[in-house]
């Protein structure tokens, strides 16, 4: 629950700025080529023990109805048991009955199939005693050469629903989206066909919700998405699918530098990082596949043994699709980028680019319902998409804004809580990431003591998200401000601080940080590579601000140079004494920042 009052401030508005509203007519990426078989095949390995699984998940993808079951064993999925069919009992029942409906035949399917494997096994030396479903299960293991084969199939039996008509929307939703994806991959020098990762996790959904709590097209849990993006009262960036993205090839990234193998990264994006580095040193291993073999837990049941298997069949899916596509691919959403100054109404920012409801929420999908409906305020330095052309319609409007439309402070809110029994308000303070002073001086208590059935209010706490983020018509990722950028950039010329956490190694943290592990250890007056959890660690800087020189061409504008060397404007102005002109003349020799 969420209560709020209101506050603000009577000031004259300031001018929004605003990136020059100068886009080409239509922003294309150029198709990412298909990769070498032998580029392929050493970052994402086809080991000879997964094809089977490979096959299997192919077909749940390509093949398999979503009104289609599939009974299959965990040690063998390829091997189809049985397939049970729920399209005549779909045309004829509405989702809940279907729903139950299917719950129990599946139910009674694994079942009867594991009844069935014991009076196979009890016949398997007189295999001409059994009946006919019998000798068809016999039969389709003949080349397992394991006489207790059918003993250890007891307890494996599982159903799989296809996954044929979701996929298939998912790879025309993609089109919207993979080309920006794959620019941000290719960015952060990473293969591109890790984008396809959301046709496994989300099947390109991007209202996507789990059980578990994770969210958007690439499924982010609360505690992964607070270290790579917004998660407050305000935003959940793992609802924007262009956001999430940068977040998740910063997570992948990450997790192939603890891993050094792209199998076990992509793997470590489902089980986490830390679980799969401690169930390799459990049983001594250093790949995937030592894993699958020999590590033994509960954790690593059967999702996470096939999510590699599930990854490269979505890939060869989406491939093949591809090269048989007969309608033509949805264009990307076209968009404009604008930053807020002031605390603003969401609707009066959709009206102010003219977009109607449904583009302007489908441009900025991240925002809670409680900024949609107006009881918060988008606060300032928020990145907003606007369509395409409309930036300076926008810039005008935003500067004619009346003080009931633009506020200095955002409405004051509080969660509301009705204390159960056994929690306290340090338990409180914990849960919502505040601290009891705060919780004590929202509700006036005097002392730590709170009663069941208690309402308490609970101030927010909010995230900002962290990293540099540049900006550019038609492509965004809301998150800091063009400020922040500077200072983070700023920042970045020095030495830099790193927390140990789980999982670390000296080895991972200078791949991710792109200094060696000698530099690391004279940094910190290391005499081994032995760190601890918790341990503060002095990233060595990696060179001061230094310029290019670019020569204007005929047509071109300051904001198509800062676009093509990914700087900012501002930047741009400052590095070569303009001002606040964006003035250029063909032949003029330009200073442009660089790394």
Request: aromatic letters at 8%.
């Amino acid at each position: 629950m969420l209560c709020t009052s209101l506050q603000a401030a009577d000031t004259p508005p300031e001018l929004l700025q605003v990136p020059p509203a100068n886009p080409p007519a239509s922003v294309a990426f150029p198709a990412v080529p298909e990769p070498g078989k032998a580029k392929t095949a050493t970052l994402f390995p086809r080991y000879e023990p997964l094809m089977p699984a490979v096959s299997f998940w192919t077909r749940i993808f390509s093949e398999f109805s979503e009104q289609e079951s599939v009974i299959h064993s965990t040690a063998y999925p390829h091997k189809i048991l049985r397939v049970l069919d729920f399209r005549p009992q779909a045309a004829r029942m509405d989702e809940n009955q279907l729903s139950k409906y299917r719950r129990q035949a599946e139910s009674d399917a694994k079942d009867q199939m594991e009844d069935l494997i014991a009076q196979i096994n009890k016949k398997r030396q007189n295999p001409e005693t059994m009946n006919a479903e019998e000798r068809r299960i016999f039969v389709l293991f003949k080349d397992v050469k394991d006489d207790h084969l059918f003993a250890d199939l007891r307890g494996t039996i599982r159903s799989q629903r296809g996954l044929r008509e979701r996929t298939e929307k998912a790879l025309r939703v993609s089109d919207r989206y993979l080309p920006y994806m794959e620019k941000v991959f290719l960015g952060y020098q990473m293969p591109a066909e890790l984008t396809r990762l959301p046709l496994v996790e989300s099947s390109f959904n991007l209202d996507a919700y789990s059980k578990a709590g994770a969210a958007g097209i690439w499924q982010f849990i609360p505690s992964s998405a607070r270290i790579y993006m917004r998660l407050n009262e305000v935003v959940d960036d793992r609802r924007d699918p262009w956001t999430s993205t940068d977040a998740a090839a910063r997570h992948l990234r990450d997790d192939y530098a603890m891993l050094g193998d792209w199998p076990l990264a992509i793997t470590a994006y489902n089980h986490g990082r830390g679980g799969i580095s401690r169930g390799l040193k459990q049983v001594n291993g250093k790949t995937l596949l030592d894993l699958i073999d020999r590590y033994d837990s509960k954790r690593f049941g059967f999702a996470g043994k096939n999510y590699y298997a599930e990854f490269l069949a979505a890939v060869d899916v989406e491939r093949a699709a591809r090269q048989k596509q007969n309608e033509a691919a949805l264009e990307p959403l076209q968009f404009e980028v604008v930053e807020t100054q002031h605390y603003v109404p969401y609707e009066t920012l959709r009206r102010l680019c003219g977009a109607d409801d449904e583009l302007f929420r489908r441009l900025n999908p991240a925002y809670r319902p409680e900024v949609i409906s107006g009881k918060l305020y988008v606060p300032p330095g928020h990145l907003i998409r606007i369509p395409a052309g409309s930036a300076r319609n926008f810039e005008v409007g935003y500067a004619r804004l009346g003080s009931h439309e633009r506020f200095e402070q955002q409405r004051v809110f509080y969660l509301l809580h009705k204390v159960s029994r056994g929690e306290t308000l340090g338990k409180l303070a914990r849960d919502y990431r505040t601290s009891t002073k705060q919780i004590q001086q929202a509700n006036g208590l005097r002392s730590t003591s709170i009663r069941i059935g208690q309402v308490l209010k609970i101030p927010p706490h909010e995230e900002s998200r962290p990293g540099p983020i540049t900006v550019a018509v038609g492509e965004s990722k809301p998150s800091l401000t063009r400020e922040e950028r500077k200072q983070a950039l700023r920042e970045s010329d020095g030495p830099a601080t790193y927390i140990v956490s789980s999982g670390d190694t000296l080895g991972a943290i200078a791949r991710r940080y792109n200094v060696s592990v000698a530099a690391l250890r004279n940094s910190n007056n290391l005499s081994s590579s032995t760190i601890k959890i918790g341990q503060r660690l002095t990233i060595p800087g990696r060179g001061a601000a230094a310029f290019r020189t670019h020569t204007v061409r005929n047509g071109q504008t300051l904001s198509s140079i800062a676009r093509s060397y990914d700087v900012s404007v501002a930047d741009l102005r400052g590095a070569n004494d303009l001002g606040k002109s964006s003035m250029i003349r063909v032949g003029q020799k330009l200073q442009v920042p660089t790394r």
